[in-house]
């Protein structure tokens, strides 16, 4: 196994595979090439072949960040939803701890991580580990079989440095520690490094019981493995640390654009690369242009005349010459090139959806609102079906690795406090509100639907001068409750003027007067405006009110 994994690697580094005709792909070197542009590193170095210095003109980032703006993701897009008919209070508890339990355990930082790595690579895999998960360092991901589809379809290695501490802390976990410790070389300063590698995939049964340490074994039999092995040179591990048989591979993942006969899908970088490469060519052209444009020249046919005019001579001095003319420096095809930097732009623009009504830059002069609102709106659904992809990848790694350390974690409470903050408050007061109703409807004297919804509004009225709620949970009232979590990416940004416009349409032809609040109230309602706070008229009982009311237990 160990030179099986050095051999793969190897591979994987210094071998193409023909991936159309005549058209041979290296995975290594097109991340390696990404990677670079993200830093912007030349890969000739920051000088050219005379010395000039090359300037990096950065044309990707802001269509990257303003894919990732416009994707909108955010904590409150996650939700866990029930079939259960009983399960609608649970499931309020529920989501206020989810979204509580993203911010204060980091997983809300590892889910911005994800879009943010979709946005630049395409690809994104998470990884299972003990009691989390995390988003892999395509760097240091190796898919062996760069032409499959998904990762069901090929071995996967992952690389990782580690240092002495690290190691420690896989004492009894790993053998060979101690060994791969002392084979460290010796280093002038700092720690010692340790190249460890996770072979994830198909070995044949034989091979893997030679890396446990046992005879026997079918040659011909494969069986799926974790295999980790480790050295103290970079891709030559030389022991054994770890083998064990997998029932599957611990990843998910999410791709960008649809399978184009490789595994690494294209994202943003890739995307851009030949603009950015023209637009670094074209800013250095004009830099160099401009350099010697800038100087100041003088001709003569004088011999005697001083050959700097601006450093031989003093102020006062008078030349003697009879055809000193300054030498006109213009740059020629300035204006060529300035028209193709211009058509890179828009190219970059195109091929990124990145106009300016995307980015929020300004709109040309004179455009009306309502147009700029409307172009906002279609150019935002060129981005619902990233957003759907990406909120079922989401939704997966949610429901199977977050959700289940959640709702752990939330069996060990028995207290839970609920406040304005949350944005279920109201929906909380008015679950009790109704269930107080039902439970407390024999108590009231026979009453209309009029009474009936003004009682529940001053019941409520009563609640929502608290502004916070504890509520004490109670033992065994998460066994049966087995919900599902669920990702909608709004893209609130579009949708929403989008919403306005269709309201103000129906708001401006309702005549009912009701009809026409209860519109406003809904479209101030998803402009994430608190109806429920604002004061309202007096609704005046038409019949005698009931006998006393029995108190709400809010607790």
Not at 28 to 54: A, F
Not at 57 to 85: A, C, H, M, Q
Not at 144 to 166: F, G, H, Q
Not at 389 to 397: E, Q
Request: with cysteine.
């Amino acid at each position: 196994m160990i030179e099986q994994i050095r051999q793969e690697i190897k591979s994987y580094e210094n071998h193409s595979v023909e991936r159309l005709d005549g058209h041979s792909y290296s995975a290594y070197k097109t991340i390696r090439r990404i990677s670079l542009y993200q830093n912007q590193i030349y890969p000739t170095g920051k000088t050219d072949s005379q010395g000039n210095y090359k300037y990096w003109y950065d044309i990707i980032t802001p269509r990257r960040n303003s894919e990732v703006k416009n994707i909108d993701f955010d904590t409150k897009d996650v939700s866990l939803e029930s079939d259960g008919g009983d399960d609608a209070g649970k499931l309020i508890i529920a989501n206020i701890a989810l979204k509580d339990w993203l911010k204060t355990s980091g997983q809300a930082d590892k889910l911005n991580d994800a879009v943010e790595k979709g946005a630049d690579w395409g690809s994104v895999v998470f990884k299972k580990v003990s009691g989390s998960y995390r988003v892999m360092d395509l760097t240091h991901f190796f898919v062996l079989n760069t032409l499959a589809e998904t990762l069901a379809d090929s071995d996967v290695i992952e690389e990782e440095t580690m240092y002495p501490a690290d190691l420690r802390a896989k004492m009894g976990v790993w053998k060979n520690v101690q060994d791969l410790m002392d084979s460290a070389k010796t280093k002038d300063k700092g720690s010692p490094e340790y190249f460890v590698y996770e072979r994830n995939g198909e070995v044949s049964e034989k091979d893997l019981y030679e890396a446990q340490g046992k005879d026997g074994g079918d040659e011909k039999k494969y069986v799926l493995a974790k295999i980790i092995a480790g050295g103290a040179e970079k891709g030559q591990p030389s022991l054994i640390l770890y083998a064990e048989t997998l029932t599957k591979k611990p990843y998910k993942e999410y791709h960008r654009t649809a399978y184009q006969g490789r595994w690494l899908r294209v994202g943003v970088y890739e995307t851009l690369l030949d603009c950015q490469t023209r637009a670094n060519e074209i800013g250095n052209q004009i830099a160099r242009g401009l350099e010697y444009a800038a100087k100041t020249v003088f001709r003569s046919s004088d011999r005697v005349i001083a050959q700097n005019i601006l450093t031989d001579l003093q102020n006062g001095d008078i030349i003697k010459s009879s055809d000193l003319q300054q030498v006109q420096t213009r740059m020629d095809g300035f204006d060529q090139l300035i028209a193709d930097w211009n058509r890179i732009v828009q190219l970059a623009d195109a091929l990124t959806n990145s106009y300016e009504v995307v980015t929020g830059a300004n709109l040309p002069s004179g455009t009306p609102f309502s147009l700029g609102a409307l172009q906002n709106v279609n150019a935002g659904k060129l981005f619902d079906f990233i957003r759907e992809k990406l909120g079922n990848a989401l939704t997966d790694v949610i429901d199977d690795w977050i959700k289940p350390e959640m709702l752990r974690d939330l069996k060990g409470k028995r207290i839970i406090e609920i406040t304005g903050d949350s944005g279920v408050l109201n929906r909380y007061y008015k679950l009790l509100v109704d269930n107080w109703y039902i439970e407390n409807l024999v108590n009231l004297p026979p009453h209309s639907t009029e009474i009936a919804e003004s009682i529940k509004e001053e019941k409520l009225k009563e609640l929502q001068r608290n502004k916070s709620i504890q509520i004490q949970l109670e033992e065994g009232m998460w066994d049966n409750f087995k919900p599902r979590a669920k990702v909608v990416i709004t893209g609130e940004n579009f949708n929403l003027v989008a919403e306005n416009e269709k309201y103000k349409s129906f708001i401006q032809l309702e005549q009912d007067p009701v009809r026409r609040t209860a519109l406003i109230e809904i479209a101030m309602a998803k402009n994430q405006i608190d109806v429920s706070g604002l004061p309202k008229t007096e609704v005046q009982p038409v019949e005698a009110q009931p006998k006393a009311q029995p108190a709400l237990q809010t607790a």
